[in-house]
């Protein structure tokens, strides 16, 4: 099987040498890759800038900003059995990208942000007889709601909730979460073993 993973942030630039971000180190994403050449299939996984050096085996896409992200993801998912989202991804841009560096002007500087695509949403549309798998993060009490919303919303098989704390760190404390809103299983430790328990969970549940 073929199986399409995206990981890391993505950045949305201001001018020539600043941007928006966040902390995301990729990890998640990279470990899952791992996991899934593990257990024998192909991993094709498309990066946010990360200081990871990808699993051996694995087929790189490296992308910098959500449109990027959006454009490769569309075209790989074509020929992909299943895709897993990890990718944190900045959901908007700066409406321009001034050229070169801006400099201070000695005023306040409004910056009018525009939304960006929603990549798993996109690739809900067209998953036909595939399936996917999306991250969640959520930071309030109603975690749960808000995941299944996304699941929905994304027309995802499964989604991950996870939370914060989990964004630049080694270790990741997991829920899966069903069609109907059921937590099915629940993981917690290093991101690499919670990556194996995921894909044995993926593989046992969603792979015809
Ligand atoms: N995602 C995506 N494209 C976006 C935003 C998110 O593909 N523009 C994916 C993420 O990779 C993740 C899932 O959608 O698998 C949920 O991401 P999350 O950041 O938790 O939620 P958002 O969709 O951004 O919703 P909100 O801003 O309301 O938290």
């Keep these: 099987m073929r199986i399409l993973i995206t990981a890391g942030p993505t950045r949305e630039y201001l001018d020539d040498v600043r941007y ?14 791992e996991a899934v050449l593990a257990a024998g299939h192909q991993a094709v996984l498309v990066s946010g800038p990360v200081m990871l050096t990808p699993p051996h085996g694995s087929e790189v896409h490296p ?25 944190a991804v900045c959901d908007y841009r700066p409406r321009a990208r001034f050229p070169g560096k801006l400099a201070k002007t000695g005023v306040s500087l409004e910056l009018e942000l525009v939304e960006t695509a929603d990549v798993l949403a996109d690739l809900g549309l ?3 007889h595939r399936w996917l798998v999306g991250f969640a993060l959520e930071s309030d009490e109603f975690a749960h709601v808000n995941a299944l919303r996304k699941l929905k919303h ?7 909730l996870n939370r914060p704390t989990a964004i630049g760190s080694t270790t990741n404390q997991i829920e899966i979460i069903n069609p109907v809103g059921a937590t099915v299983a629940s993981f917690s430790g290093a991101k690499t073993d919670v990556a194996h328990e995921l894909w044995n969970w993926i593989s046992v549940q969603l792979v015809k």
């Design 20 to 33: 928006l971000s966040n902390a995301s180190s990729g990890r998640m994403g990279y470990a899952i890759a």
């Design 63 to 87: 992308v910098e900003t959500t449109a990027e992200l959006h454009d490769v993801c569309n075209r790989l998912f074509q020929d992909c059995d299943g895709a897993i989202a990890t990718a």
């Design 126 to 128: 067209q998953k036909g």
């Design 154 to 160: 994304k027309n995802c098989d499964a989604i991950v």
